[in-house]
């Protein structure tokens, strides 16, 4: 079964291996080693002032976030449910909160968050998918995040990269915090989360928040290759064997530019078969497809040609597929995912069979590779 969702990812044979080895303590030199060496590849990705690693799924990044750096009112982007996610958060917390809500296929504009934040003062953490999985839709939160900035340098930008780290360059000039999460695009596991801080960021958390997720006291413990608590010795050896992966495969630059023509190749075969790419503006991490026969284009896909690819959550449930683009993917990998689909669609009586799809895809990913076009 080829796994195309997006979140789970395949775990790369070498990290794999990695997680392999015996436990190691995580009080040692040996294991503070790979804590080091694991926390200077990670700024060579994440490209912020400050990195911490959390024992958590994503969202533990995401209420660590909120909780530390927001200590009034949060203005959330909800263009579905993990931006949706950030609200909640923040009602959990006992902290203020004002959401901007648009469908799942429609990104926030840079317009609409300097109004909002005209009529509202109070507001001084503004929290905003890079990816919103939910539609496989992209914000503009780099724009957002230097507008904001501009007016407003005390108000801390909350960037959920989860589905962008590792998957496109992201402009951490004016973010303050940028989050990663291990079972999407870095291809391990799900356990561990990422924060990428700004200098801003930190002064900001000053003390910290609360007691697990207080990142003053996380950092403290990091900056000596340490953590507050249990480490997550295993993610934490394969996340070093992850990066070092991405090293060897030519870097991450080399990966960022093959994920964006996977992306576009994709989705142009995909159109070319004639079906819908559901968001406005679509994010490089997955390809998504609006279509009324989402849930039998799976099932065909599962069940008939060994391709696992996501649906949709609540209103979208059985209305759009979504088809992973994060990781190490080989294009003979994606080349027979589009090639199902297409098979799929004669199964249903929906256009012959002509290889349309395949072609499509070859010619935009390969002709580029070849400097064609
Ligand atoms: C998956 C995901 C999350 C949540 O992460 P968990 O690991 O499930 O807690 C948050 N944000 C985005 C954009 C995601 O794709």
Redesign the pocket.
Known sequence: MLLFT??PTPVPESVRLAMATPTLHHRTAEFESIFKETRRLLFGLMKTDEVLMLA?????A?EASVTNLCKDTLLSINSGK?GE?FTKIAKASGLKSIEITHDWDTAVSVEEVLDTLKAHSSIDAIAM?????AGGLRHPVEEIAKAVKALYPHIMIIA?G???VGVEPIDVTHIDCL?A????ALMLP?GL?ILGLSHKAIETIGEGKGYYFNLASEMKKQQQNTTAYTAPTTLIMGLKAVLEEVESKGGIELLYSQTALRAKATRRALEALGLHSYPHSPAKCMTTIDDSDAQAIRDILKSTFSVNVAGGQDHLKGKIFRINQMGLIEPYEIVWVVNAIELVLAKLGRRDFDGTASRVFNEVYFNTMLGVN
């Open positions: 997006p979140g958590s799924s994503g969202t533990g995401m993990f996610r998918q890079i990816s919103e999985s959920d989860i589905t962008a989050i999460g291990s079972q999407k799900p989360s």
